[in-house]
Nanobody
Framework: VQLQASGGGLVQTGGSLRLSCATSGFTLDYYAIAWFRQAPGKEREGVSCLSSSDRTTYYTDAVKGRFTVSRDNAKKTVYLQMNSLKPEDTAIYYC??????????????????????WGQGTLVTVSS
């Protein structure tokens, strides 16, 4: 099982980026995928989650209305479209496989042990 996040970079405030999480070694159709981020000196926080059926989504309040998660099972890839970026969005972004169908983040918890495989992270830097 592998997940690989990519698409990070340097962008100005108000700009956009699309992150990709390429997966392999398992059938993406059967799993939810979550996005996390970790800013310097801060704990890793859940940003978004998309269930296997696309019926369930989660966004942390700080990104609602700006970020959109989607998936292409044929390409085995999950995307995080990030618009109207702010300096406080600066962080390393990770994708993770979620065998609990986004229930952990929807319950308001961030038990990282609930997510069984992680990508290596991609750095997003938003300049002011």
């Amino acid at each position: 099982v592998q997940l690989q996040a990519s698409g990070g970079g340097l962008v100005q405030t108000g700009g956009s980026l699309r992150l990709s999480c390429a997966t392999s070694g398992f059938t993406l159709d059967y799993y939810a995928i979550a996005w996390f981020r970790q800013a310097p000196g801060k704990e890793r926080e859940g940003v978004s989650c998309l269930s296997s059926s696309d019926r369930t989504t989660y966004y942390t309040d700080a990104v609602k209305g700006r970020f959109t998660v989607s998936r292409d099972n044929a390409k085995k890839t999950v995307y995080l479209q990030m618009n109207s970026l702010k300096p406080e969005d600066t962080a390393i972004y990770y994708c993770a496989r979620d065998p609990l169908a986004c229930r952990t983040l929807l319950a308001g918890t961030s038990n990282l042990n609930s997510f069984d495989h992680w990508g290596q992270g991609t750095l997003v830097t938003v300049s002011s």
